[in-house]
């Protein structure tokens, strides 16, 4: 299990808009999504940025379960698509 950073800027909340979170597992990771989805108000605009294999599309499954309230498994990474093969 590895140790994945997130920093992530909300504008316009509180006095500190800007805060890092460490996590240091793959559920650890999603726990943080979920907690950061059901605080995300109608409309919101968040960006992520990270290097391949830091955690991204883990974080994101989980902030969509946290925003829809169900399961997000079949939230996939961009990446690995890129990635495909066909012959």
Known sequence: SGLY??????AGVGD???????????AETRA?????GKQ??????????GDLGAGKTTFIQG??????????SEVN???FTYLNIYH
């Open 63 to 72: 902030v969509t379960e946290g925003v829809l309230g169900t399961d997000a």
């Open 40 to 49: 995300l108000q109608p409309n919101s605009l968040v960006c992520f940025f």
């Open 16 to 26: 500190s808009p800007q805060q890092t979170y460490l996590s240091h597992s793959s």
């Open 77 to 79: 990474s961009p990446t």
């Open 5 to 10: 950073a997130f920093r992530f800027t909300m």
């Open 32 to 36: 943080l999504g979920i907690a950061f």
